[in-house]
């Protein structure tokens, strides 16, 4: 931020300075423009030196600084007066980009007010309204124009941080939809956001989470919604929803937007977003963050869908090792080899044990790992010796 107002500063001193050097008006007062070149010059300078230490209100002051000289240089120009007023589009870019957009709209707003000043303090120009509403004109629009296209990067770099989160595992798998939701809702401003997935049976649709206004909601109950929903899972494309009872000629009648959550080419589920107020289109932040979001969702589920299904391998380990083990020692016992019998007993259970204590380690990861009463028995247990391990191994009395 300071290297670049530097860079302004340095940028207008030197176009100053060199028209000074080339042919100009009798009028132009030189001693005053070249004051102008030497404050900025300094300023350039000090901003260079002192790189990163500056306060944003500071760089906000010293904007304001260069909107004054650049005044200096319009009520000193004479006849070449009209040709410094361009330097003020500067101070609008440079503000709507790295300020907010309050200081951003202060400092435009000054920047248009110096310049009118300017026009009316010296007699040079003619028609200086003309030459000042040109002017003006510029800077508010060039403000306008860059701090709009800013907030835009801004909130789409938002929404792809938010979505490395979910992807680095900072949202758990089975929390994806509600986390999903409510990123969505928060970055696309709309009033409730909805994560609609297929009935078990292959009929109707379910809500697997929502986020937002549970009165604005209800607009995913409507006949004209669902059907919107429907052909944005089955053909996989986004689809305005539209409420045809709220439709208002200069308002519209577009309620939401349904964004398909595709896997493999064919939807799966549905991002869907509703808006208190009708409008006539959904905006177009809207539905490119519906789109990021949708893309993760996707990948979100299918990782979900892989953990649940190692779950339920290591759970069918578990089952397979318990019945394996006890039907060894049924048999050892049965056959009167009672201490084999036992054994396989001992050895059934550790191998459970450590199977559970794995999954269990792996499930509470977040939390530290498995705690003492969570399904995880240590190889010592409250009464119980280690000798009592090496004790139940021996002949069961009168076998």
């Known amino acids: 931020m300071s290297r670049g107002l530097a860079f302004l500063f340095a940028a207008g001193a030197s176009l100053v300075g060199i028209s000074l ?5 009798h009028n132009t007062k030189d001693a005053g423009l070249l004051v102008a070149v030497g404050l900025a010059s300094v300023a350039a300078a000090a901003l260079l030196r002192f790189a990163g230490r500056v306060s944003v209100r500071g760089l ?4 304001a600084l260069g909107t004054v000289l650049i005044t200096v240089c319009v009520i000193y120009g004479g006849d070449s007066a009209s040709a410094y007023p361009l330097m003020y589009v500067w101070v609008a870019l440079y503000a709507a980009y790295v300020f907010s957009a309050r200081a951003a709209t202060m400092q435009t707003l000054f920047a248009a007010g110096a310049c009118a000043a300017a026009f009316l303090l010296q007699d040079d120009t003619r028609a200086p309204s ?3 509403l040109m002017g003006a004109g510029t800077i508010v629009v060039a403000g306008v124009l860059t701090g709009s296209l800013t907030r835009r990067l801004r909130a789409h770099q938002a929404d792809l941080v938010t979505v490395a989160q979910m992807a680095n595992g900072l949202a758990e798998p089975d929390d994806f939809a509600a986390v999903t939701c409510a990123s969505l809702r928060a970055s696309a ?4 956001a909805v994560l609609i997935e297929p009935g078990v049976d292959g009929s109707g649709m379910d809500v697997v989470a929502t986020a937002g206004s549970r009165e604005t909601a209800r607009i995913f109950e409507l006949e004209s919604v669902q059907r919107a ?3 944005a899972l089955t053909f996989a494309r986004p689809q305005s929803l539209v409420d045809p009872a709220r439709h208002n000629s ?5 309620v939401g937007h349904a964004q398909p959550i ?5 939807a799966v589920g549905v991002l869907a977003i509703g808006y208190t107020r009708p409008r006539r289109a959904v905006p177009e932040r809207a539905a490119t963050a519906a789109l990021l979001f949708a893309t993760e969702a996707s990948v979100a589920m299918e990782r979900a869908e892989r953990l649940a299904l190692a779950r339920e391998r290591r759970a069918i380990d578990i089952n397979d090792n318990i019945v394996q083990g006890l039907t060894v020692a049924k048999y050892a016992i049965g056959q009167g080899h009672v201490d084999e019998g036992v054994r396989a007993i001992d050895d059934t259970l550790r191998r459970a044990r450590q199977l559970i204590t794995d999954q269990l380690t792996e499930a509470t990861a977040d939390q530290g790992g498995p705690r003492p009463g969570d399904l995880v028995r240590g190889t010592r247990v409250e009464g119980l010796s280690a000798d009592d391990d090496d004790a139940s191994s021996a002949p ?3 076998r």
């Not at 401003?189 to 409730?192: E, K, L, T």
């Open 21 to 25: 050097l080339l042919p100009h008006s």
């Open 60 to 63: 906000e002051l010293i904007l």
């Open 130 to 132: 003309v030459h000042w």
């Open 189 to 192: 401003h709309a009033d409730v």
């Open 229 to 231: 929903i429907g052909v």
């Open 250 to 254: 200069m308002a519209g009648s577009v």
């Open 262 to 266: 595709v896997r493999d080419g064919a």
């Open 396 to 398: 069961i009395p009168g």
